[in-house]
């Protein structure tokens, strides 16, 4: 479907840009987020990322597809908005094997609050971690898929995924203990 | 790190929820609105490009008209044969310096579309 847009919009039809807008919308905005990490700047990343897109498409060549080839404008406009806005890369130094793994108990949480939950422990972790998980369970992207959109080498994206996928553990698990805790 | 299929992981329940919705109700009229200021402001560009190539065609003939008219003035007048060669010469090698020059910034301008997209955006840019 984006490849009919993609061409009804090269071919001159700007109006058909409002379909990959609002297809790519919600997930520009959460990849924009994970990065910078505030809402403002986010949307501003998604906005300019539209328009880069818009403005490059005839240089988009269909080898990959579309998602990959915008989600790494995404990327690349987000770094270069934060090295604009001089954000600073701080990277949180959680003491990752400090904590034991523990099972989320998931079941017990309502959709909602899962939902900010989630938000919320993306927001605290790394950006990288933070992009790598997004993509990967968000959009079901492969490691190749990844390591495209961010240049990372395929042994770095793994390692950061690992790392990832233990730090959001048990960044959730210290967000839910000081639920319980308040509670 | 044993695997990293999407399989058998207890966070592929939870990242879904993660999808964030763009908190601005208004953004696709947005960056639509700045698509068609986009547009309008390269179709002042394209008209822009029209010109300069056809001033520049005007000039090419007019130099040429120019250099020749010269070139009868000179064989007319009394200045010796040395000179008038030197003049001519001189007047010639002016002529295809400026068109050398300005054939490249045109054929330029005709090539690069990404040219425009940056002027279109600068100046958007300086709006802001």
Redesign the interface.
């Known amino acids: 479907m984006d490849g009919l847009y993609i061409q009804k919009v090269l071919a001159g039809d700007?109006?058909s840009?409002?379909y990959l807008?609002?297809t790519y919308?919600?997930?520009?905005?959460?990849i924009a987020?994970s990065l910078t990490k505030d809402?403002f700047l986010a949307?501003e990343v998604?906005?300019e990322s539209?328009?880069e897109c818009?403005?490059?498409l005839?240089n988009f060549q269909g080898k990959s597809k579309f998602s990959t080839w915008f989600y790494r404008i995404i990327v690349n406009t987000a770094y270069r908005t934060m090295k604009k806005k001089s954000v600073e890369f701080i990277d949180l130094d959680l003491p990752v094997h400090d904590v034991q793994d523990e099972?989320?108990p998931?079941d017990k949480i309502i959709?909602e609050e899962?939902?900010q939950l989630?938000?919320l422990a993306?927001m605290e972790i790394p950006r990288n971690e933070s992009l790598a998980?997004?993509l990967?369970?968000?959009e079901?992207l492969s490691?190749e898929e990844l390591c495209e959109i961010t240049s990372w080498t395929n042994s770095n994206a793994?390692?950061i995924?690992?790392r990832a996928?233990k730090r959001?553990t048990i960044v959730?698990n210290k967000l839910l203990k000081n639920e319980y805790d308040e509670a | 790190?044993n695997t990293?299929k999407?399989e058998e992981?207890?966070?592929?329940?939870?990242?879904?929820?993660?999808?964030?919705?763009?908190?601005?109700d208004n953004?696709?009229d947005?960056?639509?609105s700045?698509?068609?200021l986009?547009?309008a402001k390269k179709a002042g560009v394209y008209k822009t490009k029209l010109y300069s190539i056809i001033f520049f065609l005007a000039a090419l003939i007019f130099g040429f008209m120019l250099t020749h008219w010269l070139t009868h003035i000179m064989v007319a007048s009394n200045i010796s044969a040395t000179f008038k060669q030197l003049l001519q010469l001189f007047s010639q090698i002016i002529y295809v310096a400026l068109i050398v020059v300005f054939s490249n910034k045109i054929f330029a301008l005709i090539k690069t579309?990404?040219y425009l997209?940056e002027r279109v955006?600068a100046s958007h840019n300086q709006e802001i």
């Open positions: 700007s109006n840009f409002a807008v609002k919308q919600d997930m520009a905005y959460s987020l809402e949307e998604a906005h539209f328009i818009y403005n490059s005839h099972i989320i998931i959709a899962r939902k989630i938000n993306l998980l997004r990967f369970y968000l079901e490691l793994k390692v995924l690992h996928r959001i959730l | 790190m990293m999407h992981d207890p966070l592929n329940e939870l990242m879904p929820l993660s999808k964030v919705k763009i908190p601005v953004f696709e947005r960056v639509m700045h698509i068609k986009i547009e579309r990404r997209n955006q």
